[in-house]
């Protein structure tokens, strides 16, 4: 497809157990970032790849999270032993260089509840 | 610390009038990028508008249009001709060294 594609689109899941969100980006973009809009809130920056350097993992709001970047395309975003307060909708974006006057092109998101 | 800050959290405006969203931010950085994303209610963030700190004219697309102030990190929206397809969130946001969004301004267009 042309834009960005996450998946699953909804994800519910009970407290305890780990998730995995996809995310595959614009092909071309180098540029890949992950954020967390709670209900009623703005975007929550997570964690930022630039194409072959070491990911910025500073949003990262626990040791519970992490991501990866396989191949400088498809990240996939992990979420351990999940907690109720993880629920929200998880973005994903992609552009073409880094920080830059470059747009972020985003994603549909990924809607987690955690029961 | 550097944060954006959207003071408007609600805001309507009738139809084919003019309506300006506030955004503030703060930075001790020189070079960075500001953005105006909307967020409808089908949920996909697209972009409306940008700008670059260096630049001083203001950035304009079509109906949109923003006043930059970069002595007062001040960023705000002017949307003219409000039309009921602008009817969303519009999240303000700021590119340096790092990423940040403000926490959106829901506009809704009355007929």
């Known amino acids: 497809g042309a834009g960005v594609s996450q998946s699953p689109s909804n994800k519910v899941t009970e407290k305890g157990k780990d998730v995995e969100l996809r995310c595959d980006p614009i092909s071309g973009h180098t540029a890949l970032y992950w954020y967390r809009q709670s209900l009623g809130q703005g975007l929550e920056f997570l964690i930022y790849f630039q194409g072959n350097s070491a990911p910025d993992k500073s949003g990262l709001p626990s040791d519970r999270f992490s991501a990866e970047r396989t191949g400088g395309s498809v990240s996939t975003l992990t979420i351990q032993r999940t907690q109720q307060e993880d629920s929200a909708v998880y973005l994903c974006a992609s552009s073409l260089g880094g920080p830059s006057n470059q747009p972020q092109h985003f994603g549909d998101g990924t809607r987690l509840s955690i029961l | 610390a550097q944060t954006v800050t959207q003071s408007q959290p609600e805001m309507s405006v009738q139809e084919a009038e003019t309506v300006t969203l506030s955004c503030t931010y703060d930075?001790?950085?020189?070079?960075?990028?500001l953005f105006w994303y909307k967020q409808p209610p089908s949920r996909q963030m697209i972009l409306v508008i940008r700008?670059?700190?260096?630049?001083?004219q203001n950035a304009t697309e079509n109906r949109f249009s923003v006043n930059f102030q970069k002595a007062a990190k001040s960023f705000s929206l002017k949307i003219s001709d409000s039309q009921l397809g602008d009817t969303a969130m519009y999240f303000c946001?700021?590119?340096?060294?790092?990423?940040?969004f403000g926490t959106g301004t829901s506009l809704t267009v009355i007929p």
């Open positions: 700008q670059e700190a260096y630049k001083q």
């Open positions: 946001a700021f590119n340096g060294n790092q990423f940040y």
């Open positions: 930075t001790s950085e020189s070079n960075y990028y």
